[in-house]
């Protein structure tokens, strides 16, 4: 038999032993088809952008290793974006950071971007059958510190105020060419690294520069929100923190950003998707995995992020809650870490959405919680892997572990050249 004859037996097994519980596998396909990710442009070159080469790092993040084949320019940058897809099935958006500009090397500062300097990313993302997304850029710059948006001087404030404002036109201004809406999300790492006297004071001073931001209504971008648990340097307070934004973003209408590496280890992210969906009108995810703290590890098919899943498909709310990648690895292959975090989301996805759901409600409902837990258990060795290997394969990207010889290869040819 070939590879695709063997796939294409395995996935009609599969088949039936889910239509046996009431699932209909090309439906679940079909779903997973209509997903688009959001790939993080910042893996690639560890968070470096286009404003100077070299740069530090600052505002309480951290990217660690040091790997041949960093992207160094814009060209290098888009080269590795595309390498990267092309080893992912379907068809997917790209999040920029305001500092990933086409600035044509001219210095300019962050009040002072304007769409002109995306104007090639529209062009390229339209080319290539990407959407774009778009983020403010509050860290490694003269002008962060430990705090911006949030900072009592009135000339730093301002200065981040109007950053914030053009990466908001900049977003609107993507999402109208694109004919989609760009997910505008705002990020700062305000903080101290001992408690202040006076948490109040900071917080009202970015409520009150969140209104001035948002005082702009657009039709063409939606704007996020996110919060932080610390920075590095930033430990003991966080301005812009859960609580904060959730109150924020309920009050306002404005959509909350759950990144999966920025809460308390213990702390259940899925268990949160319900609560948000009943009072902010859709929710914005950043998949990362933290270990042991916010270490932006590369995602991989864990408990954690099936739960994450398994809770959006529960709630019936693929509609309302876009999914973002949120991890920077210099440690290993920069585009392989794109592949394996992407693909194990597009894999928890999968079962999720394959999960015998009609019946477990029904047990639930019925109060038959034996059976229930039984059932939960039991799909836990139902065959999805089957299912994944025809989704890849009619998605025209390799099967299983395919891709690895295909990242080694550009590797010796493209990026250990650099």
């Known amino acids: 038999m070939t590879k695709e004859s063997t796939i294409q037996a395995a996935y009609e097994v599969a088949v039936e032993r889910y239509a046996a519980l009431g699932v209909d596998v090309k439906q679940a396909l079909d779903n997973l088809n209509s997903i688009s990710l959001s790939l993080h442009c910042w893996q690639a070159d560890d968070v470096s952008g286009f404003e100077s080469q070299g740069g530090e790092l600052t505002g309480g993040i951290q990217v660690t290793g040091n790997y041949p084949g960093r992207a160094r320019s814009i060209e290098e940058l888009r080269a590795d974006i595309k390498k990267a897809a092309s080893l992912i ?84 201004e993507m999402g109208k060419a694109q004919g989609d809406p ?49 920075g590095i340097g930033l430990e003991s307070y966080t301005v812009g923190s859960y609580d904060f934004y959730l109150g924020y973003g309920a009050k306002k209408g404005k959509i909350v950003t759950l990144d999966t590496g920025h809460f308390h280890l213990t702390e259940n992210v899925a268990d949160k998707i319900s609560s948000l969906l009943l009072f902010t009108p859709e929710i914005m995810l950043h998949v990362s995995r933290p270990i042991r703290w916010d270490s932006d590890h590369v995602v991989i098919l864990n408990d954690d992020l099936s739960d994450l899943t398994r809770e959006i498909v529960r709630c019936n709310a693929l509609d309302r809650i876009h999914i973002g990648l949120d991890y920077f690895d210099a440690t290993i292959n920069r585009i392989g870490a794109y592949v394996i975090g992407s693909r194990a989301t597009q894999k928890a996805l999968l079962v999720a959405l ?29 065959p999805w892997g089957a299912v994944w290997d025809m989704h890849c394969l009619q998605n025209g990207v390799p099967v299983g572990e395919g891709y690895i010889p295909v990242i080694q290869q550009y590797e010796k040819e493209v990026t250990s050249k650099r």
């Not at 002008?143 to 000339?155: E, F, I, Q, R, V």
């Not at 006076?198 to 917080?203: D, G, H, P, Q, S």
């Not at 005082?215 to 919060?227: F, G």
């Open 89 to 172: 099935p379907g068809t997917h958006r790209l999040s920029l950071h305001e500092i990933y500009g086409d600035f044509g090397g001219k210095k300019v500062d962050r009040d002072e971007v304007e769409p002109a300097h995306f104007a090639s990313w529209i062009q390229w993302a339209k080319e290539n059958d990407f959407k774009l997304d778009f983020n403010t850029t509050s860290f490694s710059h003269p002008k962060s510190g430990d705090l911006t948006l949030a900072n009592p001087d009135d000339a730093i404030r301002n200065f981040w105020i109007e950053h914030s404002k053009r990466c908001r036109l900049i977003s609107e």
């Open 354 to 382: 394959l999960e015998p759901s009609a019946l477990l409600q029904r047990y639930e409902a019925e109060g038959n919680y034996f059976e229930r837990l039984a059932l939960q258990e039991e799909a836990k060795g139902l």
């Open 182 to 230: 760009c997910m505008m999300n705002l990020w700062i790492h305000d903080g101290s690294k001992e408690v202040p006297v006076n948490r109040l004071k900071y917080r009202r001073i970015l409520e009150q520069s969140l209104d001035e931001i948002f005082a702009t209504e657009y039709a063409n971008m939606k704007d996020c929100i996110e919060a932080k648990l610390f």
